[in-house]
Structures are given as structure tokens and as C-alpha cells.
């Protein structure tokens, strides 16, 4: 993962390791341009956040999610199935 899909997967939660959100926020810390990146995403999640709160996400597109959701979890676990 480069620097910039960390500060993404930071900023989206989706980094969980203490370790590697502490390596992250060393890095963010130590370059104007990364905090600059990272502080920019804050704000617009936040206002993405803000502006569509009470929007519901229409029925066709969260049909094709859950659909398409479950075909990769169906993929996943027949490989991980097949790797043990």
C-alpha cells in the first residue's frame, strides 16, 4: 500500500493495527504535504458526511451492492476454504 492509500485507509477507519496508524501518523507528522493530504480528505468526508446525511441511498444501487457483496464473499470463502 503506498502513502497516499494509507492516508485513505487511515482516514476511512480502515486501518486497525496501533502499529501501523502510529507509523502513519509519524509519517503525516513529518511531511507538510502528507498532513496537508490528510487534513483536505478529513474535510471533505466530513462535509460528504454533513450534505448527505438523511439522503437514502436508492434501492437499485444498494440492491447491486449487496448483490455484488455477496458474490465476493462467496469467492472468498471458497478460497479459503480451499487454502486450509
Not at 7 to 16: C, F, N, P, R, Y
Not at 28 to 54: C, G, P, R, T, W
Amino acid at each position: 500500500m503506498n502513502v497516499q492509500e494509507r492516508i485513505t485507509a487511515l482516514v476511512d477507519g480502515e486501518i486497525v493495527d496501533e502499529t501501523e496508524i502510529a507509523e502513519t501518523n509519524k509519517l503525516l507528522f513529518s511531511d507538510d504535504n502528507l498532513k496537508f493530504d490528510y487534513d483536505a480528505q478529513i474535510i471533505v468526508k466530513n462535509l460528504l458526511k454533513e450534505k448527505f446525511a438523511d439522503t437514502k441511498t436508492p434501492d437499485y444501487l444498494a440492491e447491486s451492492i449487496k448483490s455484488k457483496l455477496k458474490a465476493e464473499t462467496k469467492v472468498q470463502n471458497k478460497y479459503s476454504k480451499g487454502s486450509s
